[in-house]
C-alpha cells in the first residue's frame, strides 16, 4: 500500500493517465504513472457539483472507456438529482431522465445502459436506457439493493442487496440469484476481464 493523497477518497484511474478523486466536495484530476505508484504535476479541481458521501468514501460518478463522465449532481444526501454528461471538453448536458435520489450509476460495456439505484420507497436497482429514455426496474426488495457491476459482456449486474452480493439478467428476464454467504458487507465494484 502507498498513499498517494491524504483526504481524498473514491479515487479512480482514467486510460489518459489521471487519477480522479474527490476531495473536499470536488473532483480533481491528477497525471498518475501506474508503474511509478507516483502522482506528477499539481492536481486540478474538475468538477464542484457531484454527489458524494465522505462518510462512506463513495461518489455518484462514473467514466466510460473514450473518457465521458456520468454523475448525480448536488450534495444533500436523499435529495432529487439529475443524471449529467460531461464530455472530455467540459460540455454539461443533463440527460432526460426525471430528476430523482440516483446513486452509484454505471455504464454498461457498450454504453448504452446505465445501472443505478434508484430510491423508490426503498433502494432498488434499475436500468436506464439512456438513448430512448426508458428507465427499467430489476429489483424490489425490502434490502437496499445498490452498487451495480456490469459482467464483461453486459448480460448481468452484479450488485448489494442488504449485505451479500447478488447477480441478475441485466434484461430482468430472470430472478436475481446470491453469489455470497457471510457476516460482512459486500460490495462488487468490478470484473475481471475474463469474468
Not at 501506474?34 to 468514501?57: F, H, Q, S, Y
Not at 443524471?83 to 443533463?94: A, I, N, Q, V
Not at 457491476?149 to 439478467?169: C, D, L, Q, V
Request: some cysteine.
Amino acid at each position: 500500500r502507498k498513499v498517494l493523497l491524504r483526504g481524498a477518497y473514491y479515487g479512480r484511474y482514467l486510460p489518459s493517465g489521471h487519477l480522479v478523486y474527490i476531495q473536499q466536495g470536488k473532483l480533481f484530476a491528477v497525471r498518475f504513472d501506474p508503474a511509478k505508484w507516483e502522482t506528477g504535476g499539481a492536481p486540478v479541481a474538475i468538477l464542484e457539483d457531484v454527489a458524494c458521501e465522505p462518510a462512506g468514501g463513495s461518489a455518484q460518478l462514473d467514466f466510460s472507456r473514450n473518457g465521458t463522465l456520468i454523475y448525480g449532481s448536488g450534495k444533500a444526501a436523499g435529495a432529487a438529482r439529475s443524471l449529467m454528461w460531461l464530455d472530455s471538453t467540459g460540455k454539461l448536458e443533463p440527460l432526460p431522465a426525471k430528476p430523482g435520489e440516483y446513486i452509484s450509476p454505471r455504464f454498461s460495456p457498450d454504453g448504452k445502459w446505465l445501472a443505478l439505484t434508484r430510491y423508490s420507497g426503498g433502494r432498488d436497482l434499475w436500468v436506464y436506457e439512456w438513448q430512448r429514455d426508458v428507465m427499467n426496474r430489476l429489483t424490489a426488495t425490502s434490502e437496499s439493493d445498490s452498487w451495480p457491476a456490469w459482467s464483461p459482456g453486459g448480460k448481468h449486474i452484479a450488485y448489494t442487496s442488504g449485505r451479500e452480493i447478488h447477480w441478475i439478467r441485466a434484461d430482468g428476464s430472470s430472478p436475481s440469484k446470491r453469489l455470497t454467504d457471510g457476516k460482512q458487507y459486500r460490495i462488487p465494484f468490478s470484473f475481471t476481464p475474463d469474468g
